[in-house]
């Protein structure tokens, strides 16, 4: 049982890890999606996902199976464009509270 134990508080720690890393993966998601929104560039972008999963997979060495890493990066990057989206939103709602308040301001 000790054994367990031990090897369950290894998985808990590499899961905060883990938590800390794909934060800071959004994070640099968001700031792509705010160049993007600035380019007038679509969040989307196939090719480059298809990259991402490729590097992965090709630098996994188990015992993660290949199709296992694909899949895992699939909903990283899924995650990640929503991320992306949802501050899009958050901006434009912004924008439209500002541009609402500056008329607001305007009409007194």
Request: proline fraction near 2%.
């Amino acid at each position: 049982m000790d054994d367990i134990e031990k090897w369950r508080k290894k998985i808990d720690e590499i899961d905060l890890k883990l938590v800390k890393i794909l934060n800071q993966r959004s994070e640099c998601a968001i700031e792509i999606g705010k160049l993007k929104d600035k380019l007038k560039i679509e969040i989307y972008d196939p090719r480059r996902e298809e990259d991402v999963i490729g590097n992965v997979r090709k630098e996994s060495t188990g015992p993660l199976t290949k199709e296992a890493v694909k899949r895992l990066f699939e909903r990283i990057i899924d995650e990640s464009r929503r991320a992306e989206r949802e501050s899009r939103v958050f901006k434009n709602s912004q924008e439209t509270q500002e541009h609402k308040g500056a008329r607001k301001l305007e009409e007194e």
